[in-house]
């Protein structure tokens, strides 16, 4: 009889740390998880951060181009004017 109640003292045990392994393995997939969603959320927001930094040097190129332009023209036309005065 104690042989009995050993063996199924045992067993319960085994059973009882079997299923404490698959809770184990469960929280350790789900932290896993929840891991590698934190990375992608850090990659996707440091890509949106960098195209939105890009942007803004690109206007800031296209805005400085604008007045490199506007810069060009008003030499241009000063040296038509320089030389139409010279002629006269």
Not at 3 to 29: E, F, M, P, R, Y
Not at 42 to 63: K, R, W
């Amino acid at each position: 009889m104690k042989k009995i109640a050993l063996s199924v003292l045992l067993a319960s045990t085994v059973a009882l740390a079997a299923c404490g392994g698959n809770s184990a393995a469960n929280n350790a997939a789900a932290a896993t998880n929840e891991a590698i969603q934190n990375a992608n959320d850090s990659v996707n927001q440091a890509t949106a951060d960098a195209q939105n930094q890009i942007s803004t040097a690109t206007n800031q190129l296209g805005a400085a181009t604008n007045q490199l332009n506007a810069a060009g023209e008003q030499l241009a036309n000063t040296a038509a004017s320089v030389t139409t005065n010279a002629a006269h």
